[in-house]
């Protein structure tokens, strides 16, 4: 079942934060983090385990909650840069290949 | 290396064509898979591989083929082309050795069909 995510979309100024969630009803093994830019592929951003384990960008930040199969992605001091479609890939197993992504966040950084 | 390529970059059919969407990737990866994009929406796996000679299904795996005889290669067939069928289709590849990593995406290849 896809994850959800949200908000859909955001619109900030250039040094403004942002978090973006993801949740999801099913028991998730890994939760992964995409970014988008219009008409490009997507492009890995981070990767988030149960137990607590993360491997992915310098300046982005998330979280998992394995408790409540969420995880939120933090954008702290966006640059005009992060403007793009944000995805979340959830995993079930330890196949992380085989991952579902959400609907997309759109997230517009202005000067 | 060139990472992960895709041809054509656009392409459109009729309806009723076949067509074969080709991806390759010179990194050695073991395992390949097959996205559709459609417009404003997420990534929907279509089929995917964990090696030569091994396919597996995934979520939208209706009105496509693959296969996988070597490691560098995943093309995805088209049987009979339907409007529904309009998307844009990324192919993405990782490397095993862990269940943890990165995809690779390649650039994308815009179908239309009419």
């Known amino acids: 079942q896809q994850p959800v995510q949200s908000p859909q979309a955001v619109i900030l100024r250039e040094g403004e934060d942002a978090v973006i969630n993801c949740s999801s009803s099913k028991a998730l093994y890994s939760v992964h983090w995409y970014r988008q830019k219009h008409g490009e592929a997507p492009v890995f951003l981070m990767i988030l385990l149960k137990g607590g384990e993360q491997k992915g960008h310098e300046k982005i930040s998330a979280s998992f909650n394995e408790k409540k199969q969420q995880s939120s992605l933090y954008l702290t001091a966006s640059q005009l840069s992060y403007s793009g479609t944000y995805f979340c890939g959830t995993a079930r197993g330890d196949a992380g290949n085989m991952l579902t992504f959400g609907g997309g966040t759109r997230l517009m950084v202005k000067p | 290396n060139a990472g992960v390529t895709q041809t054509p970059k656009f392409q459109v059919l009729k309806t009723g064509q076949s067509m074969t969407l080709q991806c390759a990737q010179d990194m050695n990866h073991e395992y390949m898979s097959w996205y559709r994009q459609d417009p404003g929406m997420g990534l929907r796996l279509i089929h995917y591989?964990?090696?030569?000679?091994?396919?597996d299904q995934g979520e939208v795996p209706n009105g496509y083929n693959v296969s996988r005889s070597t490691t560098e290669d995943f093309p995805l067939r088209l049987l009979s082309a339907a409007p529904s069928q309009t998307s844009v289709y990324f192919c993405a590849s990782n490397p095993l050795a862990q269940p943890y990593n990165e995809q690779f995406f390649g650039p994308g290849t815009r179908l239309t069909v009419l």
């Open positions: 591989s964990v090696g030569a000679g091994i396919t």
